[in-house]
């Protein structure tokens, strides 16, 4: 396994992990130390009456809290909201290699400045092959049952739209591996989230 690094966590990956485990604390499985730029935190705090996202990240050790950027870099600003935009700011001036956003534009952005991108889907593989969380599937059911993974950027368009299944969240976010995931190189798939561990 290879070794626990920081990341550095966006808005939306934050809200999916808090409303599909019991505490953040189980993040500690998957990075050395999650990094929560100020941005972020900002449009968590916003949210709070909606959901306990806040509230979980105060709590859990795992989960460090940066300051609000006194300004943010105009080329990442014109591209990404402020929240993407921090995160990629924050993983560049700390050092950090590894960001999570979900948000293909944001991914995108994030590769060309030479950082590894994982997405809430990838930290979920992560902690059911550790066997942190039961199953992927109850994991996105919660995810789903709170609103969260609606392929629509319109929210008209989403609250109209039937939520997605799992299997279809999944090709969303891992269009080419479909029914399996494996996130090693070899030529056979080596993890079946739909299967439980044996």
Not at 7 to 34: S, Y
Request: glycine fraction near 6%.
């Amino acid at each position: 396994m290879p070794p626990k690094l920081p990341v550095v966590i966006n808005t939306g990956p934050l809200i999916a992990l808090a409303t599909a485990l019991d505490d953040l604390e189980a993040l500690a499985h998957v990075a050395l130390r999650v990094v929560i730029p100020g941005e972020v935190f900002t449009e968590c705090t916003a949210g709070a009456h909606h959901d306990d996202t806040a509230d979980k990240v105060r709590a859990a050790i795992c989960c460090d809290i940066r300051p609000v950027f006194s300004a943010l870099p105009p080329s990442l600003l014109d591209m990404l909201d402020i929240g993407e935009a921090a995160v990629i700011h924050t993983a560049l001036t700390e050092g950090i290699t590894t960001v999570a956003i979900d948000e293909r534009k944001g991914r995108r952005v994030a590769r060309l400045h030479g950082l590894q991108v994982i997405g809430s889907l990838g930290m979920l593989v992560i902690l059911r092959r550790q066997r942190v969380i039961p199953s992927i599937e109850q994991a996105i059911q919660r995810i789903q049952d709170n609103g969260i993974f609606s392929v629509n950027a319109s929210s008209k368009k989403r609250s109209q739209q039937p939520k997605p299944t799992v299997k279809e969240a999944c090709n969303f976010y891992f269009p080419k591996t479909s029914n399996r995931l494996c996130f090693c190189r070899s030529s056979t798939p080596c993890f079946d989230p739909w299967r439980a561990p044996s």
